[in-house]
């Protein structure tokens, strides 16, 4: 019988093509499904909709600082024309006697423009300054949601291949029990086997269908979590090309075992808060400064008792003003110096933040490079335990061949056998994931899809 020494190796490379083959499925390796899944993710697309959003709060703020020119018209009716009472003397009357004087028309119209222009506000200044700081901000949030889209992304599709390799390790064991399953029912037939071991073989080949059945369930359910986790509708049919090897690792990578926490989108946007909350305090100080602007107007006006008059030019003035408005502030009640300790008091608390983010941070690279040095010590284990097992395997193999070893020490070595190989691709699962983590602590993830 062929040696099986090497084929969890070749299951590992040749299994998405022998097993998952077929019509209208869509290739997918890791690289494709992170830039898949940042191109249509709804978080990702959300915060593409803030940046716009930011823009445009960027223009609005800009808006209140260019000429404001609004026009106007009105006709009024005054059905009962006011009347004012003036000294009588103005009329020839006697002194400290009153007369009732009716001043104005039954009809009033009018047009006119006001131009309004700010010619200094501080406020207005870091307002717009403020607006750019806060579209910068949810351009970091993007990166966020980036990073968090591809890492659960990554972390699924090397978990679907794990179980996918599990797979093809099973399918070989079936391989291997029907063989042993058709050698010895050959031996019960003449009589050198017992009933009892072509049964136990049926056993055991039953348990590993069994297995698959239900490690396809699981693995149909983790495809469409993938999916669902690269916003690809659950329909489509993909296979994963991707593989875990051996050759991932093989000692630590000194390049990601250095932290870089400067380029994690989650401290980047907590500084990023710090300066607007700055800001802030600099904007309600700049509250206290006066403002200057400019105002001019004219205005077209008709008076007249009748509206059919409204057309006789006679009954038509204008008049216009320019001006130059300033406003200085007094008093607010303190209303300006406790949003500034309000804005203040918000910068220690990100502060405070931002200490304990870096050091989840440094928790979660330094736990990460504990798990990839341990599995990378685990696998080199596994390795010399799974040599081992062949060999057992090998020799019970002939033993029960030969007639010198009951049914019981084949299986055995059999499951031993299968057990190590699982423990051999999980180690290698688990290293990949550790790298992962490793990137994603450091803000490096994003680079996968770039390489």
Same mark, same amino acid.
């Given at each position: 019988?062929?040696?099986v020494?090497?084929y969890?190796?070749?299951?590992?490379?040749?299994?998405?093509?022998?097993c998952?083959s077929?019509?209208?499925?869509?290739?997918?390796?890791?690289?494709?499904?992170?830039?898949?899944?940042?191109?249509?993710?709804?978080?990702?697309?959300?915060?593409?909709?803030d940046?716009?959003?930011?823009?445009?709060?960027?223009?609005?703020?800009?808006?209140?600082?260019?000429?404001?020119?609004?026009?106007s018209?009105?006709?009024?009716?005054?059905?009962?024309?006011?009347?004012?009472?003036?000294?009588?003397?103005?009329?020839?009357?006697?002194?400290?006697?009153?007369?009732k004087?009716?001043?104005?028309?039954?009809?009033?119209?009018?047009?006119?423009?006001?131009?309004?222009?700010?010619?200094?506000?501080?406020?207005?200044?870091?307002?717009?300054?403020?607006?750019?700081?806060?579209?910068?901000?949810?351009?970091?949030?993007?990166?966020?949601?980036?990073?968090?889209?591809v890492?659960?992304?990554?972390?699924?599709?090397?978990?679907?291949?794990?179980?996918?390799?599990?797979?093809?390790?099973?399918?070989?064991?079936?391989?291997?029990?029907?063989?042993?399953?058709? %050698?010895? =029912?050959?031996?019960? &037939?003449?009589?050198?086997?017992? /009933?009892? $071991?072509?049964?136990? !073989?049926?056993? @055991? *080949?039953?348990?590993?269908?069994?297995?698959?059945?239900?490690?396809?369930?699981?693995?149909?359910?983790?495809?469409?979590?993938?999916?669902?986790?690269?916003?690809?509708p659950?329909?489509?049919?993909?296979?994963?090309?991707?593989?875990i090897?051996?050759?991932?690792?093989?000692? %630590?990578? =000194?390049?990601?075992? &250095?932290?870089?926490?400067?380029? /994690?989108? $989650?401290l980047?946007? !907590?500084?990023? @808060? *710090?300066?607007l909350y700055?800001?802030?305090?600099?904007r309600?100080?700049?509250?206290?400064?006066?403002?200057?602007?400019?105002?001019?107007?004219?205005?077209y006006?008709?008076?007249?008792?009748?509206?059919?008059e409204?057309?006789?030019?006679?009954?038509?003035?204008?008049?216009?003003?320019?001006?130059?408005?300033?406003?200085?502030?007094?008093?607010?009640?303190?209303?300006?110096?406790?949003?500034?300790?309000?804005?203040?008091?918000?910068?220690?608390?990100?502060?405070?933040?931002?200490?304990?983010?870096?050091?989840?941070?440094?928790?979660?690279?330094?736990?990460?490079?504990?798990?990839?040095?341990?599995?990378?010590?685990?696998?080199?284990?596994?390795?010399?335990?799974?040599?081992?097992?062949?060999?057992?395997?090998?020799?019970?193999?002939?033993?029960?061949?030969?007639?010198?070893?009951?049914?019981?020490?084949?299986?055995?070595a059999?499951?031993?056998?299968?057990?190590?190989?699982?423990?051999?691709?999980?180690?290698?699962?688990?290293?990949?994931?550790?790298?992962?983590?490793?990137?994603?602590?450091?803000?490096?993830?994003?680079?996968?899809?770039?390489?």
């Amino acid at each position: 019988m062929k040696k099986v020494s090497n084929y969890p190796k070749l299951v590992v490379f040749f299994l998405p093509f022998l097993c998952f083959s077929g019509f209208a499925q869509q290739p997918i390796d890791l690289k494709t499904a992170l830039k898949y899944a940042v191109e249509h993710h709804s978080s990702v697309q959300k915060a593409k909709i803030d940046i716009a959003k930011g823009e445009e709060m960027v223009r609005e703020s800009l808006s209140s600082g260019l000429p404001q020119i609004n026009a106007s018209s009105s006709i009024v009716n005054n059905l009962a024309v006011r009347t004012s009472f003036v000294p009588a003397e103005f009329f020839g009357g006697q002194p400290g006697d009153f007369a009732k004087v009716q001043f104005g028309t039954n009809w009033n119209a009018s047009a006119g423009v006001q131009l309004d222009q700010m010619l200094f506000n501080k406020t207005w200044l870091l307002g717009v300054r403020a607006s750019k700081e806060v579209t910068d901000f949810y351009k970091l949030v993007l990166d966020k949601n980036k990073d968090e889209v591809v890492a659960d992304v990554a972390k699924l599709y090397y978990q679907i291949q794990l179980s996918k390799t599990q797979r093809g390790i099973l399918d070989a064991n079936i391989s291997q029990i029907k063989g042993l399953k058709t %050698v010895t =029912e050959k031996q019960f &037939q003449n009589g050198f086997a017992k /009933k009892i $071991d072509v049964d136990r !073989l049926m056993v @055991q *080949q039953s348990n590993l269908e069994t297995q698959i059945e239900n490690l396809d369930l699981q693995i149909d359910q983790a495809e469409q979590a993938l999916k669902f986790a690269m916003n690809m509708p659950l329909e489509t049919e993909i296979v994963l090309t991707d593989t875990i090897s051996e050759n991932m690792f093989e000692s %630590v990578n =000194e390049a990601i075992a &250095q932290p870089s926490y400067g380029l /994690k989108p $989650d401290l980047l946007i !907590l500084k990023k @808060q *710090q300066d607007l909350y700055q800001l802030d305090v600099e904007r309600w100080k700049a509250g206290y400064f006066p403002t200057l602007s400019f105002f001019g107007s004219y205005t077209y006006e008709w008076q007249a008792n009748k509206l059919n008059e409204l057309s006789n030019g006679n009954f038509w003035t204008d008049f216009s003003q320019i001006g130059i408005r300033l406003n200085v502030p007094i008093f607010d009640g303190f209303l300006k110096k406790s949003r500034v300790q309000t804005a203040q008091l918000n910068i220690r608390q990100t502060a405070e933040d931002y200490k304990f983010a870096k050091l989840g941070l440094q928790l979660n690279h330094e736990a990460a490079i504990t798990s990839l040095k341990s599995n990378q010590n685990t696998l080199k284990s596994i390795i010399a335990t799974q040599k081992v097992a062949e060999d057992v395997y090998q020799v019970a193999q002939s033993r029960y061949k030969e007639g010198l070893a009951p049914i019981t020490e084949l299986l055995d070595a059999e499951t031993s056998l299968r057990q190590t190989q699982s423990n051999y691709i999980t180690a290698l699962a688990q290293i990949k994931l550790a790298e992962i983590d490793i990137l994603s602590a450091n803000g490096l993830l994003l680079r996968m899809i770039e390489e």
